[in-house]
């Protein structure tokens, strides 16, 4: 069973930055697919960046330019640098990683709150 754990989350201010983290407790290699969800209060969640094995990196429209997805496969941990916040960012951030098998795992979230 892997498991993801994110942190990083915290209070910034608009304009500020924050850069999240997501370790796996397993080979990050073993996902066909990883990416950062986000969920706002009252709203569904929603797509912020994904790559899957062979293609480039995908990121909702409202967040290009602003946040870059990385990862560190020696360290098995996926990465999502944040900068220019806005209070719409504001959400619980999920990593999420999915395996050849379509398998989806969540992490446990973590919140991020943009005041302004």
């Known amino acids: 069973q892997v498991q993801l754990v994110e942190s990083g989350g915290g209070l910034v201010q608009a304009g500020g930055s924050l850069s999240l983290s997501c370790v796996a407790s397993?080979?990050?290699?073993?996902?066909?697919?990883m990416g950062w969800y986000r969920q706002a209060p009252g709203k569904q969640r929603e797509l912020v960046a994904i790559?899957?094995?062979?293609?480039?990196?995908n990121y909702a429209d409202s967040v290009k330019g602003r946040f870059t997805m990385s990862r560190d496969n020696a360290k098995n941990t996926l990465y999502l640098t944040m900068n220019s916040l806005k209070p719409e960012d504001t959400a619980v951030y999920y990593c999420?990683?999915?395996?050849?098998?379509?398998?989806?795992?969540w992490g446990q979230g973590t919140q991020v709150t943009v005041s302004s």
């Open positions: 999420n990683g999915e395996t050849w098998a379509q398998v989806k795992y």
């Open positions: 790559s899957t094995v062979g293609s480039s990196t």
């Open positions: 397993g080979n990050i290699n073993n996902f066909r697919a």
